[in-house]
Each structure stands twice: as structure tokens, then as C-alpha cells.
């Protein structure tokens, strides 16, 4: 590997337990350093050449200049105060708590030799990127319904800053990292500039356009930025101003009869202090609609094949290439959110001389919504936009059926005699979502937008919401027969193994292109198969 990194951790507790009361503080403390080795810092071969091609059916559509050498050095810090205590009232236990942590982000000088098509790069250090104390409670409770010990109903309810490990807005990563131009390598006759020879007939390092080239897609590829352009101040710093979840659940506990008990239980998760990408130097107002006709496919919903559809944009050409980005709150714009919501149903039983049972059914759903409005319009009527990813024309809010988080799974034990143990595991889960993206091109593009797409020959789209259609359920039978050999300090053991016994063949992955090829499929589920193992311990 060309990264290095360490880890730092100390922890301390102290507890106090009386009658009623078990109460229980500490302090934590972690520390993370992340660099590159020096000598892998500065080759400019990182990416070949600094450069890469995109070919589409042998034709030429664009080449991607990189910027390299690259390498990042980066250091964080997190300290942490907590308290807990565990209350006991006759019938009713409480469980409070609350944990207050500092997490601090700090990036060095850093120094990049020159490249293929950048120069030596400086950027001073940073301090306090990002700087975020954040205060979390979390409360729960049990209470014994009936006294017995039988029937147990509990909650919870819990505020989390799940934190990636390293610091924020590294300078590094405001420089534009790429650029691509548009490659228009086609033989035209005699003369003609473009040659046809595969190879880029053009000033690479000129960013505007020349030869075969058109001009730089991010103008301010290779040049120097003031630190800490990327952030704002809103997503570097504050009281909870870091990215977190809540999470609460319901659960009642009951025991059916003797070694056997049924849980069912209420499980909602909801995000909050989304970030959003905002270039300074364009509005909504700098984007131009465009629509297309989709393919005329049965295969398609009937709201989507053959119709016109609208909602997609791209920007106007005097402001192509002009990039100044900010990442801030999305709450600045309007309301961005993510739910789940889910219950679970799992039994847990011992029955006969050895016998155990358990498993369970899950229902749950993921709603989505990215539907603010930054640079990239929103269209109400249609509900399009960036996706939720913002990486892309598409969905801007995606409700996924419940059926796309269903699952039951169930495993079965049961010893026989001569030391012999049988075992079966059921799985039903959801089939991988069939997801449909379209490559339109500029031709396609052209009459309804009125002009060329801006430094680029097509846009990829969403034709259906993702993971809201999906393949036929996943069901699976593995089966497991095991004898059990004991001599003098040793054990042999044997297995037989019968996996997918069911023989099904789901559908694991396939072409979401949409084309000749859209939904070929690409990997199934390996069929049946018998396996006989043995294990020797000593």
C-alpha cells in the first residue's frame, strides 16, 4: 500500500453502583494521522500519463487530464465525556445517558511536485477543519409488564454523530483533481486537422479548445485556490452542527412458554445536517431545459415508454467551466431528509433434547428526499432533478416499496443419534433492483435544447426511479449434516453439505444500460451443489 496511517486511543471509566442506582462515567480520547509515502507522493505516473480516454464503439468521445502527483496528509483528534446511569424502580428500569465530544480536524503544509499538466502545488495548513462539539443523549426503559420476568415491553430513543475517521475541506481537494475535454477523433478527408489515429491532435495543456479538443471542463483545473474555499463555515464548525441520525425503537419481549420467546419490535432512523455542493458562480437561472422521448419498450412502465420527458438541464455555455464550489447545509436551500421505518418479528426457541430455532421476518422502507433546489433546477411536475446521490440527472425523492426491505431468514438445529446433527437455514430476501439508465446523446438532445449539450457528447439518465423495481425474490435452502468422531484428546468431525438446495437461479447482477443488451443477465446465484468436508481438532 502507498498510504500510511496510525491510531492513537485511551480510554477511562470509573463506575458506582448502589441499590438502585449503577452509574458509570469516562473520558475517551483517539488520534489519526493519514499520509502518503514520500516516494509514492510525488510520482506523476500515479495515473499513466495523466491521462485517461473514454472510446464508446470504437469511437473517440473525450480524454481526462489528472492532476498528479497526488497524496493527502491529514491528522484528527476526538475527546469524549460520558455518563450513564442504570435506575432501577421496582418494575421499571431506566437507562440515561448523555455523551459530549470534541472531534478536531487539522491538515499540514503540504507540498506536490509538478506533473504532466500541473504545477508544484502549496497549500498552508489548516486548523480546526472541521471543529464540531456535539452533545448526545440517549434514554431507554424497560418495564417488567406483569412482574414475572415474561413480558418485557422496551424503548429507546438516541442521538448519534456516526464521524468517517479524518478531517475535512483538505485545500488538496478544492483544486479540480480532473478535467475533461470532449475528442472529436474522426477522419474527415485530406487536411482535416482530426487524423483518426486514436490519438488527442491537440494543446493538451491549452484549456481552450483546439484541434481535435474542445475547451477544459472545469477552467480552474491546476490552478491554486485560497485554503478552505470548499467549506463553509456551517460545515466546519458548531454546537450539533455535525452530521447525525436519531435513532428509536418499541420493542415487546414475551416468553410463549418454556425456552421459547417472541420479540416484535419498532424501529424508525432519521438524518439530519445534510451537506449539498454549491458552485458560487451559477444559479438555477444559468441552466437551460431540455427534453427527450424515451424508447417505445414493453419492458418499460407504461408512464415512461415512448413519452416525452422533460426536467433535465444543462448549463448555458458562457458559464460553462466556471466552478467556484462551497459545501454548506442543504438547510439553506430547503429540506433534505432520509427515514427508515421497520418491524421485526424473531422467535428464539429451544425445543426437544438439543433442538434451537430461530429467525425472523423484517419489514422496513427508506424514503429519501434531495429535492432542493442548489444550481441544478428542480422540476415539481415531474419530480426530477439531481438524484439522490446528486451525481446525475434522475429522482430527486425515491420512496422504495416495503417489499424491498422484507426478509425472513430462519435457522434449525437438531441433534440426532451417534453424534450426528442435522441443520437447515431459509433465507427470502428482495432481488437486486432493476435499475434502468439511459445514454442519451447530443444528436438526441440537440432540437429540444437548441444547441450542443455544454463540453459534453451525451447525459446519462434515469429512466425509472432506482430500487423501486426489483427481480423476482432471492430464496435459498442450505442443508448441513455433521458426525462428530472423538478419540483421545482429538476430535474428527465430518460434514455434508447440500447448498441451494432449492436449485434457484436469482438474478445477482445485470446490464442496466439500457440498449439491446439492457437486463441480459450478468451473474446468478451458483445452483445446487454438494460439498463434503471434514475437521480434524487437537
Known amino acids: 500500500s502507498d498510504v500510511c496511517s496510525s491510531d492513537l486511543f485511551q480510554r477511562f471509566t470509573t463506575s458506582y453502583v448502589t441499590g438502585s442506582h449503577s452509574i458509570k462515567g469516562g473520558f475517551e480520547r483517539s488520534q489519526f494521522h493519514l499520509g502518503r509515502l514520500p516516494n509514492r507522493y510525488k510520482d506523476p505516473n500515479q495515473i499513466n500519463g495523466g491521462r485517461s480516454y473514454t472510446v464508446r464503439n470504437m469511437v473517440p468521445e473525450s480524454v481526462t487530464l489528472w492532476a498528479v502527483p497526488f497524496g493527502l496528509w491529514e491528522d484528527a483528534r476526538d475527546i469524549a465525556l460520558f455518563a450513564q446511569d442504570q435506575w432501577t424502580i421496582r418494575k421499571l428500569t431506566l437507562n440515561m445517558g448523555v455523551r459530549f465530544n470534541n472531534f478536531n480536524g487539522t491538515i499540514p503544509t503540504q507540498d506536490l511536485p509538478a506533473g504532466y499538466f500541473v504545477p508544484e502545488r502549496h497549500t498552508d495548513a489548516v486548523y480546526d477543519s472541521p471543529n464540531f462539539t456535539n452533545l448526545s443523549p440517549r ?63 491537440c494543446d493538451l495543456r491549452n484549456p481552450v479548445a483546439s484541434g481535435e479538443c474542445g475547451p477544459f471542463s472545469d477552467l480552474s483545473f491546476g490552478l491554486p485556490k485560497p485554503p478552505n474555499a470548499a467549506l463553509a463555515p456551517d460545515a466546519k464548525e458548531g454546537f450539533n452542527k455535525d452530521s447525525y441520525n436519531w435513532q428509536a425503537s418499541l420493542v415487546l419481549q414475551h416468553q410463549l412458554r418454556a425456552n421459547t420467546a417472541l420479540n416484535v419490535g419498532y424501529y424508525r432512523t432519521w438524518y439530519g445536517n445534510f451537506l449539498v455542493t454549491d458552485n458560487r458562480l451559477v444559479t438555477p437561472a444559468d441552466y437551460e431545459q431540455f427534453c427527450i422521448t424515451a424508447p417505445t419498450d414493453s419492458r418499460l412502465p407504461a408512464s415512461i415508454s415512448g413519452q416525452r420527458i422533460c426536467g433535465f438541464y444543462d448549463i448555458k455555455l458562457e458559464k460553462f467551466g466556471q466552478v467556484d464550489n462551497v459545501i454548506t447545509q442543504a438547510l439553506r ?26 429467525g425472523g421476518v423484517s419489514f422496513g422502507r427508506t424514503v429519501e428526499d434531495n429535492c432542493v433546489t442548489v444550481d441544478y433546477p428542480q422540476d415539481p411536475k415531474t419530480g426530477r432533478g439531481l438524484n439522490v446521490a446528486g451525481t446525475g440527472p434522475g429522482f430527486c425523492h425515491v420512496s422504495r416499496p ?57 447525459v446519462v439518465i434515469d429512466l425509472v426511479p432506482p430500487n423501486t423495481i426489483f427481480e423476482p425474490r432471492l430464496q435459498q435452502l442450505d442443508l448441513r449434516v455433521t458426525r462428530k468422531f472423538r478419540t483421545r484428546g482429538a476430535t474428527f468431525s465430518t460434514n455434508l453439505d447440500l447448498y441451494n438446495a432449492l436449485n434457484a437461479s436469482s438474478v445477482l447482477n445485470q446490464t442496466t444500460r439500457y440498449g439491446p443488451a439492457w437486463g441480459n443477465v450478468v451473474q446468478v446465484m451458483g445452483g445446487r451443489m454438494l460439498k463434503l468436508g471434514a475437521q480434524f481438532d487437537f
Open 139 to 201: 434514554v431507554g426503559a424497560a418495564y417488567d409488564v406483569f412482574g414475572t420476568g415474561r413480558t418485557a415491553i422496551k424503548t429507546s430513543l438516541g442521538h448519534f454523530t456516526p464521524r468517517n475517521v479524518g478531517p475535512t475541506g483538505n485545500p488538496l481537494l478544492n483544486l479540480a483533481q480532473s478535467t475533461t475535454r470532449t475528442w472529436n477523433d474522426s477522419f474527415f478527408g485530406p487536411g482535416d486537422p482530426r487524423t483518426g489515429n486514436f490519438v488527442p491532435d
Open 333 to 358: 436551500f430547503g429540506k433534505r431528509s432520509e427515514v427508515y421505518n421497520g418491524v421485526d418479528v424473531t422467535i428464539d426457541s429451544r425445543f426437544g433434547t438439543g433442538g434451537l430455532l430461530q
Open 402 to 458: 416495503w417489499a424491498a426491505a422484507t426478509q425472513g431468514r430462519f435457522v434449525v438445529v437438531y441433534p440426532l443419534p451417534w453424534r450426528m446433527q442435522t441443520s437447515a437455514i431459509y433465507q427470502n430476501i428482495p432481488g437486486m433492483p432493476i435499475n434502468t439508465t439511459y445514454l442519451a446523446a447530443n444528436a438526441e438532445i440537440r432540437p429540444s435544447l437548441g444547441r450542443n449539450l455544454a463540453g459534453r457528447n451525451n
